[in-house]
Protein backbone atom coordinates (compact mmCIF):
# COMPACT_ATOMS: atom_id res chain seq x y z
CA UNK A 1 0.00 0.00 0.00
CA UNK A 2 2.99 2.40 1.65
CA UNK A 3 4.51 1.45 -2.36
CA UNK A 4 1.43 2.15 -4.16
CA UNK A 5 0.92 5.55 -2.87
CA UNK A 6 4.36 6.39 -3.13
CA UNK A 7 3.81 5.65 -6.86
CA UNK A 8 0.78 7.81 -7.22
CA UNK A 9 2.44 10.61 -5.80
CA UNK A 10 5.29 10.83 -7.45
CA UNK A 11 3.57 10.49 -11.14
CA UNK A 12 1.35 13.35 -9.47
CA UNK A 13 4.37 15.18 -9.66
CA UNK A 14 5.73 14.83 -12.68
CA UNK A 15 2.49 15.32 -14.46
CA UNK A 16 2.18 18.98 -12.54
CA UNK A 17 5.30 19.31 -13.66
CA UNK A 18 5.03 18.65 -17.24
CA UNK A 19 2.30 20.89 -16.66
CA UNK A 20 3.61 23.48 -15.70
CA UNK A 21 6.28 23.41 -18.60
CA UNK A 22 3.16 23.13 -20.88
CA UNK A 23 2.02 26.04 -19.66
CA UNK A 24 5.09 28.24 -19.65
CA UNK A 25 5.53 27.03 -23.08
CA UNK A 26 1.84 27.69 -24.26
CA UNK A 27 2.48 31.27 -23.09
CA UNK A 28 1.08 33.54 -25.26
CA UNK A 29 3.89 36.90 -25.98
CA UNK A 30 1.92 39.77 -27.65
CA UNK A 31 5.50 41.77 -29.84
CA UNK A 32 4.88 45.54 -30.62
CA UNK A 33 5.85 47.47 -33.84
CA UNK A 34 6.23 50.39 -35.05
CA UNK A 35 5.57 50.70 -38.92
CA UNK A 36 8.75 49.10 -41.16
CA UNK A 37 10.99 46.60 -41.88
CA UNK A 38 11.66 45.01 -37.88
CA UNK A 39 7.95 43.19 -38.01
CA UNK A 40 8.90 41.29 -41.25
CA UNK A 41 12.51 40.17 -39.63
CA UNK A 42 10.70 38.91 -36.89
CA UNK A 43 8.48 37.23 -38.63
CA UNK A 44 11.01 35.18 -40.32
CA UNK A 45 13.66 34.95 -38.31
CA UNK A 46 12.17 35.12 -34.79
CA UNK A 47 8.79 33.96 -34.59
CA UNK A 48 9.28 31.12 -36.11
CA UNK A 49 11.69 29.93 -33.22
CA UNK A 50 9.82 31.18 -30.31
CA UNK A 51 6.68 29.07 -31.91
CA UNK A 52 9.19 25.85 -31.62
CA UNK A 53 9.86 26.59 -27.70
CA UNK A 54 5.88 26.26 -27.52
CA UNK A 55 4.83 30.18 -27.06
CA UNK A 56 1.69 31.48 -29.10
CA UNK A 57 2.95 34.78 -30.98
CA UNK A 58 1.11 37.84 -31.06
CA UNK A 59 1.75 40.88 -32.80
CA UNK A 60 0.44 44.09 -32.46
CA UNK A 61 1.20 47.24 -35.32
CA UNK A 62 1.35 51.36 -33.82
CA UNK A 63 1.68 54.39 -36.48
CA UNK A 64 3.80 56.23 -34.23
CA UNK A 65 7.22 55.71 -31.75
CA UNK A 66 5.40 56.75 -28.61
CA UNK A 67 2.31 54.39 -28.29
CA UNK A 68 4.96 50.71 -28.25
CA UNK A 69 6.44 52.12 -25.63
CA UNK A 70 3.22 53.62 -23.18
CA UNK A 71 1.26 50.03 -24.30
CA UNK A 72 4.56 48.02 -22.79
CA UNK A 73 4.35 49.66 -20.00
CA UNK A 74 0.49 49.13 -19.21
CA UNK A 75 1.26 45.35 -19.94
CA UNK A 76 -1.06 45.72 -23.44
CA UNK A 77 2.37 43.96 -25.27
CA UNK A 78 5.30 41.76 -23.69
CA UNK A 79 7.60 42.85 -25.64
CA UNK A 80 8.53 45.98 -28.31
CA UNK A 81 10.70 46.09 -31.49
CA UNK A 82 11.10 49.41 -33.09
CA UNK A 83 13.95 52.08 -31.17
CA UNK A 84 17.37 52.44 -30.46
CA UNK A 85 19.08 52.04 -26.55
CA UNK A 86 19.30 55.37 -26.56
CA UNK A 87 16.00 56.31 -28.02
CA UNK A 88 14.66 53.82 -25.42
CA UNK A 89 16.84 55.51 -22.31
CA UNK A 90 15.40 59.17 -22.95
CA UNK A 91 11.94 57.91 -23.26
CA UNK A 92 11.60 55.69 -20.16
CA UNK A 93 13.40 58.71 -18.24
CA UNK A 94 11.39 61.20 -19.34
CA UNK A 95 7.95 59.27 -18.59
CA UNK A 96 9.88 57.54 -15.69
CA UNK A 97 8.72 53.81 -17.49
CA UNK A 98 10.77 51.31 -16.25
CA UNK A 99 11.52 49.50 -19.45
CA UNK A 100 15.44 47.85 -20.75
CA UNK A 101 16.47 46.42 -23.36
CA UNK A 102 17.44 43.09 -23.89
CA UNK A 103 19.27 42.52 -27.36
CA UNK A 104 20.36 44.21 -30.18
CA UNK A 105 18.99 43.32 -33.77
CA UNK A 106 20.71 44.11 -37.23
CA UNK A 107 19.16 48.14 -38.28
CA UNK A 108 18.17 49.67 -41.05
CA UNK A 109 20.09 53.15 -40.36
CA UNK A 110 19.39 56.66 -41.39
CA UNK A 111 19.58 57.80 -44.93
CA UNK A 112 20.16 60.96 -47.14
CA UNK A 113 17.01 60.93 -49.79
CA UNK A 114 16.15 63.39 -52.20
CA UNK A 115 14.14 62.84 -55.96
CA UNK A 116 15.53 66.18 -56.64
CA UNK A 117 19.23 65.92 -56.76
CA UNK A 118 20.70 62.43 -58.61
CA UNK A 119 23.85 61.95 -56.32
CA UNK A 120 25.50 59.24 -55.36
CA UNK A 121 28.00 60.27 -53.31
CA UNK A 122 28.07 63.05 -50.36
CA UNK A 123 30.73 64.86 -52.54
CA UNK A 124 28.41 64.72 -55.44
CA UNK A 125 25.51 65.92 -53.67
CA UNK A 126 27.30 68.89 -51.96
CA UNK A 127 27.77 70.37 -55.51
CA UNK A 128 24.19 70.47 -56.23
CA UNK A 129 23.28 71.95 -52.85
CA UNK A 130 22.06 75.67 -53.17
CA UNK A 131 21.15 78.01 -50.26
CA UNK A 132 17.90 78.14 -48.99
CA UNK A 133 17.01 74.05 -50.24
CA UNK A 134 15.03 72.46 -47.35
CA UNK A 135 15.65 69.01 -45.52
CA UNK A 136 13.28 67.30 -43.17
CA UNK A 137 14.62 65.72 -40.37
CA UNK A 138 13.04 63.73 -37.46
CA UNK A 139 11.55 65.95 -35.04
CA UNK A 140 11.48 63.93 -31.71
CA UNK A 141 14.60 65.10 -30.09
CA UNK A 142 16.58 61.99 -29.79
CA UNK A 143 16.82 61.45 -33.72
CA UNK A 144 16.59 64.95 -34.48
CA UNK A 145 19.91 65.13 -33.07
CA UNK A 146 21.03 61.87 -34.23
CA UNK A 147 20.66 63.73 -37.97
CA UNK A 148 22.77 66.40 -37.40
CA UNK A 149 25.31 64.28 -36.56
CA UNK A 150 24.78 62.33 -39.35
CA UNK A 151 24.75 65.76 -41.23
CA UNK A 152 28.42 66.99 -39.64
CA UNK A 153 29.76 63.59 -40.08
CA UNK A 154 29.35 64.33 -43.36
CA UNK A 155 30.84 67.62 -43.50
CA UNK A 156 27.58 69.06 -44.20
CA UNK A 157 27.41 71.39 -41.01
CA UNK A 158 29.07 71.82 -38.13
CA UNK A 159 27.48 71.45 -34.36
CA UNK A 160 28.75 73.51 -31.28
CA UNK A 161 31.72 71.96 -29.30
CA UNK A 162 30.11 72.86 -25.76
CA UNK A 163 27.34 70.90 -26.39
CA UNK A 164 26.92 67.07 -26.28
CA UNK A 165 26.05 66.57 -29.99
CA UNK A 166 23.40 63.45 -28.95
CA UNK A 167 21.26 66.48 -27.78
CA UNK A 168 21.38 68.81 -30.43
CA UNK A 169 18.57 70.60 -32.27
CA UNK A 170 19.04 72.90 -35.07
CA UNK A 171 19.56 75.68 -32.62
CA UNK A 172 23.46 74.23 -31.67
CA UNK A 173 24.26 74.43 -35.56
CA UNK A 174 27.37 76.45 -35.53
CA UNK A 175 27.70 76.73 -39.36
CA UNK A 176 25.86 76.17 -42.55
CA UNK A 177 27.98 76.72 -45.10
CA UNK A 178 25.10 75.18 -47.79
CA UNK A 179 22.18 77.10 -46.78
CA UNK A 180 20.04 74.52 -45.63
CA UNK A 181 16.81 75.31 -44.39
CA UNK A 182 16.24 72.41 -41.78
CA UNK A 183 12.15 71.58 -41.41
CA UNK A 184 11.30 68.70 -38.12
CA UNK A 185 8.45 66.59 -39.12
CA UNK A 186 7.07 63.68 -37.42
CA UNK A 187 8.98 60.47 -38.16
CA UNK A 188 6.72 58.84 -39.84
CA UNK A 189 5.89 61.63 -42.62
CA UNK A 190 9.06 61.71 -43.77
CA UNK A 191 8.75 59.74 -46.92
CA UNK A 192 5.78 62.05 -48.05
CA UNK A 193 7.99 65.21 -47.59
CA UNK A 194 10.55 64.23 -50.82
CA UNK A 195 7.78 65.61 -53.03
CA UNK A 196 8.27 68.77 -51.82
CA UNK A 197 11.22 69.61 -50.31
CA UNK A 198 15.15 68.81 -51.74
CA UNK A 199 16.61 66.80 -49.21
CA UNK A 200 15.16 64.17 -46.07
CA UNK A 201 16.64 62.42 -43.67
CA UNK A 202 14.89 59.18 -42.99
CA UNK A 203 14.68 56.18 -40.55
CA UNK A 204 15.38 53.01 -42.76
CA UNK A 205 12.07 51.27 -41.34
CA UNK A 206 10.00 54.57 -42.60
CA UNK A 207 12.42 54.18 -46.02
CA UNK A 208 11.36 50.57 -46.08
CA UNK A 209 7.90 50.90 -45.50
CA UNK A 210 7.13 53.76 -47.46
CA UNK A 211 8.53 51.68 -50.71
CA UNK A 212 11.71 53.33 -50.87
CA UNK A 213 15.03 51.37 -51.58
CA UNK A 214 17.83 51.77 -48.85
CA UNK A 215 20.31 51.57 -51.83
CA UNK A 216 18.97 54.80 -53.09
CA UNK A 217 20.15 56.66 -50.38
CA UNK A 218 22.64 59.68 -51.33
CA UNK A 219 24.34 58.74 -48.36
CA UNK A 220 24.01 56.19 -45.14
CA UNK A 221 24.86 56.13 -41.64
CA UNK A 222 26.99 54.02 -39.85
CA UNK A 223 25.46 53.71 -36.18
CA UNK A 224 27.20 53.38 -32.97
CA UNK A 225 26.12 50.70 -30.49
CA UNK A 226 23.31 53.34 -28.64
CA UNK A 227 21.60 53.92 -31.83
CA UNK A 228 21.10 50.20 -33.07
CA UNK A 229 17.76 49.13 -32.57
CA UNK A 230 16.82 46.92 -29.23
CA UNK A 231 14.54 44.16 -28.19
CA UNK A 232 12.61 46.40 -25.14
CA UNK A 233 10.97 44.53 -22.36
CA UNK A 234 9.39 45.60 -18.76
CA UNK A 235 12.20 45.61 -16.22
CA UNK A 236 10.56 43.91 -13.96
CA UNK A 237 10.21 41.11 -16.43
CA UNK A 238 14.20 40.91 -16.90
CA UNK A 239 14.14 37.50 -15.00
CA UNK A 240 11.65 35.59 -16.22
CA UNK A 241 11.93 32.84 -19.10
CA UNK A 242 10.71 34.25 -22.13
CA UNK A 243 13.16 36.76 -22.18
CA UNK A 244 16.06 34.09 -22.33
CA UNK A 245 14.13 32.39 -24.98
CA UNK A 246 13.80 35.22 -27.37
CA UNK A 247 17.65 35.85 -26.52
CA UNK A 248 18.55 32.06 -27.51
CA UNK A 249 16.23 32.51 -31.02
CA UNK A 250 18.04 35.88 -31.78
CA UNK A 251 21.94 33.99 -30.95
CA UNK A 252 20.91 31.64 -33.51
CA UNK A 253 21.92 29.87 -36.44
CA UNK A 254 18.30 30.32 -38.37
CA UNK A 255 18.18 33.69 -37.14
CA UNK A 256 21.70 34.84 -38.84
CA UNK A 257 20.33 32.56 -41.94
CA UNK A 258 17.19 34.85 -42.05
CA UNK A 259 19.56 38.42 -41.97
CA UNK A 260 22.10 37.02 -44.11
CA UNK A 261 19.83 35.59 -47.04
CA UNK A 262 20.02 37.34 -50.18
CA UNK A 263 16.07 37.74 -50.93
CA UNK A 264 15.85 39.87 -47.67
CA UNK A 265 16.96 43.25 -47.48
CA UNK A 266 18.26 42.59 -43.88
CA UNK A 267 21.87 41.83 -45.70
CA UNK A 268 21.76 45.49 -45.97
CA UNK A 269 21.12 46.63 -42.03
CA UNK A 270 24.08 47.34 -39.81
CA UNK A 271 24.79 44.69 -37.67
CA UNK A 272 25.11 45.02 -34.11
CA UNK A 273 28.60 44.07 -32.58
CA UNK A 274 27.83 41.15 -30.77
CA UNK A 275 26.23 39.81 -34.09
CA UNK A 276 30.23 40.67 -35.86
CA UNK A 277 31.79 38.69 -33.10
CA UNK A 278 29.52 35.95 -33.02
CA UNK A 279 29.48 34.92 -36.78
CA UNK A 280 32.25 37.14 -37.93
CA UNK A 281 30.35 38.99 -40.31
CA UNK A 282 31.42 42.32 -40.89
CA UNK A 283 29.98 45.26 -41.93
CA UNK A 284 30.43 47.10 -45.00
Known amino acids: MKLKITTIL ?3 VVALSIGNIQA ?7 FGFAPGPYSDLFKLGIKPGLEKKGYKIEIKEFTDWVTP ?5 NKEIDVNIFQHS ?3 KKFSDDKNLKLSGILTIPTASFGIYSHRIKAKTIDQLKKQIKKGDEITIPNDPTNLARALVFL ?3 GIITIKADIDATKAS ?6 NPYGLVFKPVEAAQLPRTLESVTLSIISGNYAISAGIPLSSAIARERLSQDIIITIAVRTEDLSKQFIKDITDVVQSVDFKNVVENKKY ?5 ERPQWYVLKWKIQNK
Open 10 to 12: ATA
Open 24 to 30: QNGKTLT
Open 69 to 73: NTALA
Open 86 to 88: RYL
Open 152 to 154: RNA
Open 170 to 175: EKDIDQ
Open 265 to 269: DFKQF
